[in-house]
């Protein structure tokens, strides 16, 4: 994740030094954190005790972990919140009805964001991960915001560099486009390996009264046993749900 932050103010340094943990990190030394943000060493210790001082990080024998404290902030998000609690219960009934992996997924820039994601012993291996990213246009949760985008993030997007995951990623911008405008006239995504070999998607947007798409649920499952297409009712019908529940709450709050 890139911030856009100036690394030289104080913000963009604690930025700086945040995104530099990966999701597979148990603990990052200070040298390496100074080694991969750029900063001189001195400068991140120092951050780095404010940080702990702030239970944003917190200190182990083998460097510096994310704190819990960054988790806590993060379930204060009132949107993401809001969407959690009411997309859930859908998204566990969709899950008991398919038994195959369920998402959620919100729009961030260019990509999708996965704030949900529920399996179960038999999950699919796929590349998601709840708070991972994935691009838009590969995967069918993404593709089904892209669809309901406006015009000039579509155009940006398709314009831009489109880098192929796999031998069937899409990444010719016309057969896009025109994959766009079927999603919206079938309100629904699909996705046969394109964004990781063996996996196959549905998903289904969930929209805001203005059209412009707040996430979307999906299915996902391997190409061995699952099929997209015997899903898309059910699918539709948790992104139905949730969109419902979310503008009578929205309505009622604007009272």
Known sequence: MTSGLDSRSV?????????AFAVDDQAVGLSELARRTGLPKATVHRMCQDLVSARLLSPSP??????????????????????????????????????????????????????????????????????GRMPLYCTAIGRVLLAHCDAATVDRILSGRLIRRTPRTIVGPGLLRAQLDRVRDGGVAFEYEESSAGIACVAAPILGADGRPLAAISVTGPTSRFRPVDHVVAVRAAAIGTESILARRSRSNSR
């Open 11 to 19: 913000l963009g340094r604690i930025v700086l030094i945040l995104d």
């Open 62 to 131: 083998a460097g510096y972990r994310l704190g819990r404290g960054l988790f806590e902030l993060g379930l204060r998000a009132s949107v993401e919140r809001t969407l959690l609690e009411v997309a859930v219960p859908f998204m566990q009934d969709l899950y008991a009805r398919t038994r195959e992996t369920v998402h959620l997924g919100v729009l961030d820039g260019d990509e999708v964001v996965y704030i949900s994601k529920i399996g179960g012993h038999r999950q699919v291996s796929a590349p998601s991960r709840v708070g």
